[in-house]
């Protein structure tokens, strides 16, 4: 038991939830007669668009009506307008997205500036001819006298053809564009593939009768090319309803060259997707790998394992490795695998169970549940990867997975149900996250909310070469620093291609990037370019921020690995161009490995964000047997909190600390500058986060832990009693306060995420907001703020600041009571004589605190 404990706030009082500030900017819409004379011609090509669509389908099967997936774009939110759609016969709801950086124009503008790009929203509806005939029948009448009455429900649509920038029926290029899916046709057919794979998500209808219809369309036009279908997976809870399909090459190679195909155009489509996407690159030649050095830890003694990995298979057998994993593998992907080809599953593995190797960090004492979800691939250019097979949908193994953790499959009992934490380091590098949330990332948030357990998920990796603003005569004169300005530079122009892969924007979910940090030793002599001038800094590979609705992501940062690069040699460019190097020697972080020989001691060095997510649910085993655990000896706390709370732990220890000031230097201007925090932390997140940090506390620095449940409008009040030692003294004291929760999630609605949590953490003792921004901080599930303040503030003994935390619903009702996890720390440099821990906990006065019942706090 450590000297300073965490501890625990008494039992919250109840009060009701605060307002928030601010509200939507004032927009600036055409005068009437422009708006109408504009938007006629779009409404018009509508219906010759239902005309056209009903000739097409007038020898199809009986009982088939055209319909159109229409797009509305307006400049602003419009209130109200799913209820407008319900109330028209023949529309149906679909989805809606944010849009940024709409220029000004047409009349629309801000109504205090201008010049500043506008914001709006993206609608989405299904619609049939009736449908159509009424909604342009309403815009002739509001054509007419835009004051003219709508019938009981429709008001609102008067607003939106005020605020209507586009409407127009969704068309093949939306379906195929940025998916990435043509290229991928393209490459498999230049490399002789006879049948191309690919993906296809439909519109999700929730008329089940209206999914098989739409599903047998598509079916037919796929057999009628010669192509069949290979499966498919409805998820109602997450609006998901995905196919996979294959066709043949000289159907695929028509399409590449024209776009009036059937299959492209069909109504019921939402998007084309190319499939095997998700894998992450692999070794053969293990030729590097060295043998473990130093005796092999003791096996766990604790049997039930709170970490599940769904990666590649692992070496199970390896020395580290042997009787720490529990594999299950019902799909039998043991099959694919040659013992040398246990990669990634392998390294994952051993990052969970050991840490970083050169570290020589104490082993945890569970073992890992391990389930394959991969398995080896030869690319058409010799590449080896492990990656999830091409004959099944992401979506549904990893659906199938998780369930069977924790329900009963078939005649078995749930394989896991103690497992708090799933661990996934693999993503979809076609997948960057765009408008909408991806498949994978609804499927993570809904299972995180049934389930109650927390995903870890790595922000994914870009392997692309980095061009500098340098020409290539000048690099090898770069001083460090110069190198690594022009380093961070470049990152930062490529950010758009450098985005969050599926499923990393997860709500619910823990995203980790990778830190630029290892404890290896570099060879005394290397060819290798290291990109940085210091270790700590993001890591190149990275994937950015931010997440949906520009929510903070990553989420923190983690050793990941020290990846250096190469100058890239050739003629075909003007400026320096870094290349990843591959390679299994330091500098990176040492794991274990397989070996064509069949050793079973061998070790490699590798580099990622995949590492750094392993590393976080290897910091949640740590953080649930020495936190949680060792407060249920003195308190009773549900284990129903577990998953928040860790969520809570793992990110409380986090800060920008040098980094921010660093990028501030490179990368701040006169055009970022009002913005720049919520800017930069797509790359910084919330910061490298120090988990070992949280386990205790010291004599100068008092972490205190809360839980509880709320509805829509309630609030909890928590008091953190002040020291009396600080009262009137100017030594600078830091405020650090974390707020974790899962919601349900509603995928047609832009706000997602049903329930919205927050605190204000301002107070007179550490009144200073420092790192991320605090209204970014409270666009997902997890805030997190840093407070600082030197001021001498007089107060009383008894006082205390009061934080209060609020729930409020966001895309929709809130149906059940939201948990939460809420950790507080303050503290005084280390090193300063005051009795800050030991002042603040005799002033708790904790009592034993119950489980919370729901609807109680």
């Excluded at 319909?67 to 028209?88: K, Q």
């Excluded at 693999?426 to 993570?444: I, P, T």
Aim: hydrophobic share 40%; with cysteine; aromatic share 8%.
């Amino acid at each position: 038991m450590p000297e300073y404990p965490l501890l625990l706030f008494p039992e919250p009082a109840l009060a009701r939830q605060a307002k928030r500030p601010g509200g939507p900017r004032k927009i600036k819409v055409p005068p009437h007669p422009q708006q109408a004379v504009r938007l006629s011609p779009q409404l018009s090509r509508l219906s010759e668009a239902i005309d056209r669509r009903r000739i097409e389908i007038q020898d199809s099967a009986a009982g088939i009506q055209p319909e159109l997936a229409l797009v509305l774009e307006t400049v602003g939110a419009i209130e109200n307008f799913l209820n407008a759609v319900r109330r028209i016969q023949g529309l149906e709801w679909l989805a809606e997205f944010d849009v940024d950086d709409i220029a000004p124009g047409d009349g629309f503008e801000d109504a205090k500036d201008p010049e500043k790009p506008l914001s709006g929203r993206l609608y989405l509806v299904m619609t049939d001819e009736q449908a159509i005939r009424q909604i342009q029948s309403l815009f002739d009448r509001w054509k007419q006298n835009p004051d003219t009455d709508f019938p009981y429900g429709l008001a609102n649509l008067k607003q939106v053809f005020a605020h209507l920038r586009t409407i127009r029926p969704w068309d093949v290029q939306d379906r195929i564009a940025e998916t990435g899916v043509l290229d991928n046709w393209q490459f498999r057919v230049a490399h002789g593939q006879e049948m191309v794979p690919f993906e296809t998500e439909l519109w999700f209808r929730h008329n089940p009768e209206r999914r098989r219809q739409a599903e047998a369309v598509f079916r037919a036009l796929v057999e009628e090319m010669g192509g069949d279908i290979a499966g498919q997976c409805v998820i109602e809870e997450i609006g998901y309803h995905g196919i996979l399909g294959r066709i043949p090459a000289r159907e695929v190679q028509t399409m590449l060259e024209h776009r009036e195909v059937r299959l492209l155009q069909c109504d019921d489509v939402w998007y084309f997707r190319p499939v095997g996407q998700c894998a992450v690159p692999s070794y053969e030649d293990l030729s590097e790998a060295k043998p473990l050095a130093g005796a092999v830890p003791n096996r766990p003694t604790t049997p039930e394992p709170l970490v599940a990995l769904l990666d590649g298979l692992p070496l199970a057998n390896h020395r580290l490795l042997e009787g720490r994993l529990i594999v299950d593998d019902p799909d039998e992907y043991e099959a694919t695998y040659q013992a040398h080809q246990r990669v990634h599953g392998t390294a994952m593995a051993s990052l969970i169970c050991h840490g970083d190797l050169d570290e020589r960090g104490a082993p945890s004492d569970r073992p890992v549940y391990a389930r394959p979800i991969m398995q080896p691939r030869r690319g058409f250019a010799g590449q080896f990867h492990e990656a999830i097979p091409e004959d099944v949908l992401p979506v549904d193994l990893i659906h199938r997975a998780v369930r069977r953790l924790f329900e009963r499959d078939g005649d078995e009992d749930p394989v896991a149900p103690t497992v708090r934490v799933v661990n996934l380091s693999v993503g979809d590098s076609a997948r960057l996250l765009d408008r909408e949330m991806s498949a994978w990332a609804r499927l993570l948030d809904w299972l995180a909310w049934k389930y109650n357990v927390l995903f870890i998920v790595s922000a994914g990796n870009h392997g692309k070469d980095i061009v500098l603003n340098v020409p290539r005569a000048d690099f090898q004169r770069l001083t460090d620093e110069e190198r690594e300005r022009a380093v961070i530079c470049a990152l930062a122009s490529a950010t758009r291609n450098r985005r969050l892969l599926s499923p990393a924007e997860t709500v619910n979910g823990l995203t980790v990037g990778a830190l630029h940090a290892d404890a290896s030793t570099l060879p005394s002599y290397h060819q290798l370019i290291d990109p940085y001038a210091r270790t700590g800094l993001p890591s190149p590979v990275n994937a950015h921020g931010p997440g949906y609705r520009r929510a903070v992501k990553p989420d923190i940062l983690l050793p990941g690995g020290r990846q250096f690069y190469r100058e890239k040699m050739g003629n075909t460019h003007s400026n320096a161009t870094l290349e990843v190097a591959s390679y299994l020697r330091p500098p990176g972080q040492c794991v274990a490995a397989p070996e064509p020989a069949g050793q079973l001691d061998r070790t490699v060095h590798l580099r990622g964000t995949s590492n750094a997510a392993a590393l976080a649910s290897r910091a949640a085993m740590r953080l649930y047997d020495e936190v949680l655990e060792r407060l249920r000896a003195t308190y009773d706390v549900p284990a129903e909190y577990d998953a928040v709370l860790l969520k809570t732990l793992l990110a409380h220890g986090a800060n920008w600390g040098d980094a921010f000031s660093i990028y501030e230097g490179i990368l701040k201007n006169h055009r970022n500058s009002r913005t720049f925090k919520d800017y930069v932390s797509r790359f910084l997140g919330y910061g490298p986060a120090d988990p070992a940090r949280v386990v205790a506390c010291t004599d100068q620095r008092v972490t205190v832990l809360g839980y509880g449940v709320l509805r829509d409008g309630e609030a909890h009040e928590y008091r953190l009693p002040l020291p009396p030692s600080l009262s009137a003294r100017t030594e600078r004291r830091r405020l650090t306060v974390t707020l974790a929760w899962l919601t349900q999630v509603k995928p047609s609605r832009w706000g997602y995420r049903v329930a919205h949590l927050w605190f204000d953490a301002q107070n007179n003792l550490a009144p200073t907001r420092y790192d991320a921004d605090w209204r970014a901080t409270t666009r997902g599930t997890l805030q997190h703020e840093v407070l600082e303040g030197h001021k001498a503030e007089p107060f009383h003994d008894g006082d205390a600041i009061i934080l209060k935390i609020n729930c409020r619903a966001d895309a929709s009702e809130i149906e059940e009571p939201v948990r939460y996890g809420l950790a507080v720390t303050l503290e005084v440099a280390e090193g300063v004589s005051l009795a800050i821990y030991k002042e603040v906990r005799d002033r708790l006065r904790i009592p034993v605190r119950v489980a919370a019942r729901e609807g109680t706090p």
